[in-house]
């Protein structure tokens, strides 16, 4: 079974950053496009930042500037580097990723349980 494991969340002043991570554990044979979304209070489910397996990146315009998308295969890990950040940043935010289990598996799309950032004013 694969499942991923977001952390870093926590409460943070306006201005301050935090890293997230997010690691995916289990029998995996390969991991394409791997993100990070988030949910605010009353809102639905939005993009943050996505990268493929090669790098490629991705980001929502309310982030570009201000946060960083990266991965390591090797750990079939990615991270968000959040700076500057703000307080309408606040929200659960939950990794997703592309899982391949097997060669001949299809890709499975998988999400992690949130990890609440909260950001005062």
């Known amino acids: 079974q694969v499942q991923l494991v977001e952390s870093g969340g926590g409460l943070v002043q306006a201005g301050g950053s935090l890293r997230l991570s997010c690691a995916a554990s289990?029998?995996?044979?390969?991991?394409?496009?791997m993100g990070w979304y988030r949910q605010a209070p009353g809102k639905q489910r939005e993009l943050v930042a996505t990268?493929?397996?090669?790098?490629?990146?991705k980001y929502s315009d309310s982030v570009k500037g201000r946060f960083t998308i990266s991965r390591d295969n090797a750990k079939n890990t990615v991270y968000v580097q959040m700076n500057s950040l703000k307080p309408e940043d606040t929200a659960v935010y939950y990794c997703n990723a592309f899982v391949m289990v097997t060669a001949s598996s299809a890709y499975l799309a998988l999400w992690g349980q949130g990890t609440l950032v909260t950001v005062s004013s």
């Open positions: 990268i493929t397996s090669g790098g490629s990146t």
């Open positions: 289990g029998s995996i044979f390969r991991i394409a496009g």
